[in-house]
């Protein structure tokens, strides 16, 4: 079977739901696009069946697998308006009428992440913060999964590492973010969202990414 197109992933219907409904999203042009993916259709692929697991055992399947939507007005006040603590575990944001808001980084965990196995040996909720990345022993490791890199990073760059443009380079922070994804292994999702939220700061050129996540969290 065809690999499915990518636009599929982020438009197509909630899993909870036995038959796909294709949902059209607006999305302004400040906004990079952040997707979710529905595993009922795209597992139909021999490409993809191989990757939900990775999801589950990362953390990051019900994050990656739920329709969140957003509005644009309420997401650009966030962003002009938001502070992280520099250990990043403080979010804080106006809303309203100078109506200073506060979420901690556990909250944002519990409402974000899924909640821990029983049978897991380590929570994900504590798991390290993500390298800039990865050394060269992993690189070898990553040509194991070569067949499954392309596939797993159209499913990055649309959700948890929301890019716009061509797919085709890989940087440093991509392949360490597909390297934990290939082989199942925690990473800190939350410290490394607040650090891409806070370059936004920094570079004016960069578009707004994690809009859905940043709605459902301050909703």
Not at 156 to 179: F, M, S
Not at 190 to 219: L, N, Q, S
Request: some cysteine; glycine content about 4%.
């Amino acid at each position: 079977m065809d690999m499915p197109d990518l636009q599929e992933m982020h438009v197509f219907g909630p899993p909870s739901k036995r038959t796909c409904t294709p949902v059209f999203i607006r999305r302004p042009n400040f906004l990079v696009i952040n997707g979710w993916i529905c595993w009922d259709r795209i597992t139909n692929s021999r490409e993809f069946r191989h990757l939900e697991e990775k999801w589950h055992d990362i953390g990051l399947h019900k994050l990656v697998s739920t329709r969140q939507d957003w509005h644009a007005e309420t997401v650009k006040q966030f962003f002009s308006t938001f502070y992280i603590n520099p250990s990043r575990t403080l979010l804080t944001w106006m809303t309203g009428k100078n109506r200073k808001i506060t979420l901690t980084k556990g909250f944002c965990q519990e409402v974000l992440l899924d909640p821990p196995r029983d049978n897991e040996a380590s929570n994900h909720f504590d798991a390290e913060k993500i390298k800039d990345r990865i050394t060269d022993t992993q690189k070898e490791e990553m040509l194991i999964e070569d067949e499954n890199v392309n596939a797993a990073n159209r499913i990055v760059r649309r959700t948890i590492l929301p890019k716009n443009g061509a797919r085709d380079e890989l940087n440093n922070q991509t392949q360490a973010v597909l390297y934990h994804v290939l082989f199942g292994k925690p990473f800190d999702f939350i410290d490394m969202m607040f650090r891409e939220i806070e370059k936004t700061r920094t570079d004016t050129r960069k578009f707004i990414p994690y809009a859905p996540y940043m709605h459902h969290v301050t909703d």
